[in-house]
């Protein structure tokens, strides 16, 4: 284990001992864009030092399958995908940190890539242009409760509960589109499938579904975490004139006893060009709403700094920083933007790794699964059928 100092720092004189949140996280999509093993590994030095302690993988997208496992077809057809080996050490090395890798396994929607390999179990989605390249289809949905579906994601349970270091999994389960009734149909044949594989393994897995999946079943309702999620580029704030957070079950969620887990996902969002991550104010305001909103409800106990789309995560790491600052001590009011993003700023050029990376651990720019050239598309990761 690697001794790392916490490097933590806010805005106040006065300190806690202990962090609010104690689940205090930042994402890596490698579902819709490629990240070398080793700029992971530099991300993960980096949030270490800020205070974080979990880091979302995202290992599926419609875009890319970024993980080559042993036991089904998935990211056989890309060059860039991870072996299980590399994604072992990457867990090794990352717990090594102090931070604890949770693979985020898209269990129903956004499979697009899956269909490439299974396309008997695939379908639905969107066409979606994009200039000079083609069309690529969005959020299509594995066959919900299919046999077949289950067959595939056991298959991937089996390869991630053999090395994970914590009891978190995440399901995925957002922006599917398909009648509720069908969703909470797989909801429930999913966590007897998870229970089943984590049996086999001597283990409890902890799932995590996106708020907007169908209520978690009674018999599960203590040990799902819910994670909602609104990010600093939507139009409603965080609270209850925000529809879709109504919709997400957050005025039940943040009602006094209950008993359901909650994570909140914060940030950045982004769109489906290159370079369109939210700016900087508003993922700082997003995020320092979300941590005071949870702040006496004692249910909420992690916070998400998410990442989306493309692969510069030095691009997120103030979001990260600001989201390790909040996730420890939530302000009581909005901090002034520039004195949060100086404080940033400041403890990010102290790190070495974020000051002057190594430019063997830099990735070529990516984005939605496609190669960047002059900050314009170029070519697609994978050849389109």
């Given at each position: 284990m690697h001794i790392v100092e916490v490097a933590y720092y806010a805005g106040t004189s006065s300190q806690p001992q202990q962090p609010r949140y104690p689940w205090r996280g930042f994402m890596i999509d490698s579902g819709r864009s490629p990240n070398s093993l080793s700029k992971m590994k530099r991300i993960v030095r980096i949030c270490s030092q800020l205070g974080l302690n979990f880091c979302v993988f995202r290992e599926g997208d419609d875009e890319l399958c970024a993980v080559r496992y042993r036991t089904n077809r998935l990211g056989s057809e890309d060059p860039y995908a991870l072996t299980m080996d590399q994604v072992e050490e990457f867990v090794d090395y990352a717990d090594s940190y102090g931070v604890k890798v949770v693979p985020e396994i898209?269990?129903?929607?956004?499979?697009?890539?899956?269909?490439?390999?299974?396309?008997?179990?695939?379908?639905?989605?969107?066409?979606?242009?994009?200039?000079?390249?083609?069309?690529?289809?969005?959020?299509?949905?594995?066959?919900?409760?299919?046999?077949?579906?289950?067959?595939?994601?056991?298959?991937?349970y089996e390869e991630w509960f053999q090395i994970i270091r914590?009891?978190?999994?995440?399901?995925?389960?957002?922006?599917?589109?398909?009648?509720?009734?069908?969703?909470?149909?797989?909801?429930?044949?999913?966590?007897?499938?998870?229970?089943?594989?984590?049996?086999?393994?001597?283990?409890?897995?902890?799932?995590?579904?996106?708020?907007?999946?169908?209520?978690?079943?009674?018999?599960?309702?203590?040990?799902?975490?819910?994670?909602?999620?609104?990010?600093?580029?939507?139009?409603?704030?965080?609270?209850?004139?925000?529809?879709?957070?109504?919709?997400?079950?957050?005025?039940?969620?943040?009602?006094?006893?209950?008993?359901?887990?909650?994570?909140?996902?914060?940030?950045?969002?982004?769109?489906?060009?290159?370079?369109?991550?939210?700016?900087?104010?508003?993922?700082?305001?997003?995020?320092?709403?979300?941590?005071?909103?949870?702040?006496?409800?004692?249910?909420?106990?992690?916070?998400?700094?998410?990442?989306?789309?493309?692969?510069?995560?030095?691009?997120?790491?103030?979001?990260?920083?600001?989201?390790?600052?909040?996730g420890w001590n939530p302000p009581s009011e909005i901090p002034p933007f520039e004195e949060q993003m100086a404080r940033v700023r400041e403890k990010l050029m102290q790190i070495e790794d974020a000051a002057n990376p190594d430019p063997a651990e830099v990735d070529p720019p990516a984005w939605d699964g496609i190669w960047l050239k002059d900050g314009k598309w170029f070519e697609d990761i994978i050849a389109r059928r």
């Open positions: 898209e269990s129903l929607g956004h499979s697009t890539a899956k269909g490439r390999y299974y396309p008997d179990i695939v379908s639905g989605g969107f066409e979606h242009p994009y200039e000079g390249i083609g069309v690529h289809v969005r959020k299509s949905h594995l066959a919900p409760a299919d046999p077949r579906s289950y067959e595939l994601l056991e298959s991937i914590s009891p978190l999994v995440h399901l995925g389960l957002d922006e599917v589109r398909l009648p509720v009734e069908q969703q909470a149909e797989h909801l429930e044949g999913l966590l007897e499938l998870v229970d089943r594989v984590a049996t086999r393994h001597n283990k409890q897995i902890t799932p995590i579904v996106w708020a907007d999946a169908p209520k978690t079943p009674v018999k599960w309702r203590d040990r799902v975490i819910r994670c909602l999620w609104a990010y600093g580029d939507d139009k409603m704030r965080v609270g209850y004139q925000n529809p879709y957070l109504i919709k997400q079950g957050l005025r039940e969620l943040s009602e006094a006893g209950c008993t359901e887990k909650v994570f909140m996902a914060a940030g950045s969002g982004s769109g489906h060009t290159p370079y369109s991550k939210t700016d900087y104010e508003h993922a700082f305001l997003n995020l320092a709403e979300w941590a005071m909103w949870g702040k006496d409800k004692p249910n909420f106990i992690g916070l998400l700094a998410v990442q989306w789309s493309g692969n510069m995560l030095d691009d997120w790491l103030p979001d990260f920083a600001c989201a390790a600052d909040y």
